[in-house]
């Protein structure tokens, strides 16, 4: 049934009756259109870290091709928007049993490998370490904490090169390995470089 208006005379408030069966749709309309948009912003993102990085999406595919890949993982993806917005990373905060100095250079970048609360960010700092990879801690504005890794690359390095690319096929096996074995919230095939200030 159409929408029924009611009251409205001397005094009264003006009430608009909507059937459940309109509600619901509109509430799902609204929920398309959220999530539309978080698709369209992260769609954005992705386009903006290639276009800094000088690559585009085929290239990138190239690059991280599931099937070009021994893990046969799927393609990682790329930085958020604000990666890509140039905002400086605050001072990183080391996980308490393992004091870490961020090594950090300005003008490398280095692989987010993860957003993660503080616990389950320092038991992936722990895992790293005993597997010869160096990563530190760094607190988000969300209460949420990105583990980075330590090792750097140049923009050219991260187009071109060889030992980026098998850098991050080892840590995207390790990934798998933090999922499987220690019960991680994430394989770490969504790592992004960004760059630090």
């Known amino acids: 049934t159409a929408p029924a ?4 005379g001397p005094g009264e408030p003006l009430l608009l009756r909507v059937p459940r069966g309109v509600a619901v749709m509109a509430i799902c309309l ?12 992260r769609v954005q993102g992705r386009h903006a870290t290639l276009a800094e990085y000088g690559l585009t999406s085929p290239e990138l595919e190239l690059v991280e091709s599931p099937l070009r890949t021994p893990s046969g993982s799927a393609p990682a993806a790329v930085a958020p928007e604000a990666a890509s917005r140039g905002v400086p ?17 300005a003008g490398l970048n280095y692989l ?6 503080r616990p389950q960010a320092e038991r992936l700092v722990d895992f790293l370490s005993e597997n010869g990879v160096d990563a530190i801690i760094v607190p988000r504005d969300n209460r949420q904490f990105s583990v980075i890794d330590l090792r750097g690359f140049t923009a050219e390095e991260i187009r071109d090169g060889a030992a980026y690319r098998t850098h ?3 840590l995207r096996r390790l990934g798998q390995t933090w999922k499987r074995e220690r019960n991680g919230p994430s394989d770490l095939s969504d790592m992004w470089p960004m760059k630090a200030r």
């Open 112 to 117: 987010v490998l993860a957003l993660y609360d």
């Open 5 to 8: 208006i009611s009251g409205g």
């Open 30 to 41: 609204i929920l398309l259109v959220i999530i539309v948009s978080y698709w369209v912003g």
């Open 89 to 105: 990373e605050p001072k990183p905060i080391a996980a308490a049993a393992l004091p870490r100095e961020d090594t950090r250079q």
């Open 168 to 170: 991050r096929n080892n």
